[in-house]
């Protein structure tokens, strides 16, 4: 799935909106730099156990990256078999021979440092990085997260491939000295980045125009006054950076590492709203639970009913009716649901971010007598004998379809319809205060001098806009750049459409969170003695403390209630109100509330 560089290489002035999960808005807009509080961090990359929480370090706070000395090794391993094979003879996709259509033209033959290929190596991967910055298509990427954030992945997988030292350190130092290149928006099909990837290699030898620490210049001023020289890239320098997805996968970190936030505020509020409604407890209890043994649904059953540990809720109220409605019975369901597929999201964004999505895969070590198929007579065409370059080591370097992003692009797609199904309940309890039925008294019986609208329109248009980005990108493809790149994985639309879902739930969670707080108020004047549980409490006071009960006095009013509630779940995190681990590993064999049940007399 790799083309030359020339199919790619258009831009268009602009600009793209990208932040916080928004879509991608084809207008030009403000640079978004980041805030780089731990710059004082370092994250060691060794290609195998990045997690989502060091990417968004990286991306989002700036952290530094360094390579551990075994990736180093394996970087270093890897770029002598590269060298060997050429040496040896061996056809090598995009580096002896050409890529896409061209993978049958032979571009040189024997050794890549003899006096007569050396020169003309170095020149054209010199020529196709300095043509990096008209790569793609515009829009530019707005945010610079999202720049950082596929760096960083790439810089993790890329200890898998066969880079030369000189651009291997480059990638790492652009990222700690936030020398951010401008990358443009379009012009991925989701299998295989290779626009915005060369978009960065521009960068590396002073090409087109970069953010250096949030500014934008020519990227050659930038690398001097960081004190960096620009590469001379070798060998298959332009296969080993571009041959990724890592412009797609960066994007999906930021969005499992956002959906966790989204989902850590849905259990706190969903616990708010229990309160707020005076809820019979019963769905969340053992007696239930025991009759669905699912770790996820019994887990989030299990972490709202400790946030309500203490709650006015366990007491006997003749004013609570028996049952609530659908919406806030099944809200654990609908939530633990959407855990469940986060945790495959995540997972799949783990795998994908420490593996190689590279071609051709390069393993040094391999030998015929390793597998049956690595001693037949094709196979045995692409086997490195070892020698000089390769300081006696042995591999293989074959080509593959490592470049297909699944089961990534799936699981994306998939948690977007668990979170959806959550979120129609997050919108219907939303509305339900405002039926005396569920609450058994009415807002302005308790508050007659506030005027309280509850949801509104609102919730029903967020919820309309998230129903709306559930249903999957069809499979598509199109025989392109010869007929040889026939399939399209759409990954990047993906993950768009995913962002924008989980921060439009935030909007939505920020209107419940509005709701549930004001009931809240009711039940407390209702009875000054009733609690509320810790978790909830904690959240009610913190949230009053930044949307008042009732405006200052005479105060002008600068943003409405429903702003000030988003502002608030957006800068606030969720679980410095509440902690709780995950239910990890293998969740069917780990133990449930059912395992505790017993149908057996005593």
Known sequence: MHSFIRHVRRALPGAIALAAGTSITLAAGTYNPITPSQAGQTITLTGRDLTLEQIVQVARFGARVQLSPEARQRETDNYGLLLEAASEGVAIYWFNRGAGDQRETVLFEGDALSPINKPKVEQRQLQSFRSGPQSGFGPEVLDEEIVRAMMVVRANAMTFNAPSPPLAQML?????????????????????????????????????????????????????????????????????????DAYATGQAALLANDARQALEWADLIYAMDLNGMNS????????????????????????????????????????????DPESLRASSIRQGSAWKEWDALDEAVLFQANSSDHNPAVHVGLGPEDSWELASAQMMKFYVKGGPLSHGQHGYIVSNANWDPYPMANKIENFVIGLANMDIAVMLRIDRF?????????????????????????????????????????????????????????????????????????????????????????????????????????????????VPLRPVADAPATQSNSALAVSFVRNNDPRSFYTGGLPRGDTNKRATPADHCSTQPQ
């Open 172 to 244: 790492l130092d652009l990222l700690n000295k936030r020398i951010t290149p401008v990358v443009q928006s379009r012009g991925t099909l989701g299998e295989g980045d290779l626009a915005q990837l060369m978009n960065v290699g521009g960068a590396m030898v002073g090409a087109g125009e970069v953010y250096y620490q949030g500014v934008r210049m020519p990227a050659a001023k930038a690398l001097a006054q960081a004190g960096l020289k620009p590469i001379q890239p070798f060998a298959a320098d332009d296969n080993a950076l571009t041959s990724s």
């Open 280 to 323: 019979s407890i019963t769905p969340l209890s053992l007696a239930v639970q025991c009759d669905r043994p699912d770790a996820w649904l019994n887990w989030d059953a299990a972490r709202v009913l400790a946030m309500l540990k203490g709650s006015y809720l366990f007491d006997a109220d003749p004013a609570r009716i028996i049952q």
């Open 434 to 546: 405002g039926n005396p039925f569920f609450t058994a008294t009415k807002a302005s019986d308790v508050f007659p001098d506030i005027r309280h609208w509850g949801g509104g329109y609102t919730p029903v248009a967020l919820q309309q806009e998230i129903q709306s980005l559930t249903n999957p990108v069809p499979p598509f493809g199109a025989a392109i750049v010869g007929t040889v790149e026939d399939l399209q994985a759409q990954t990047l639309i993906k993950v768009q459409h995913a962002r924008q879902a989980v921060s439009t739930t935030m909007d939505l969670l920020a209107l419940d969170l509005l709701e549930a707080s004001f009931w809240m108020d009711v039940r407390k004047t209702q009875n000054a003695q009733r609690a509320f549980g810790d978790s909830p409490t904690a959240v009610w006071t913190a949230f009053r403390k930044a």
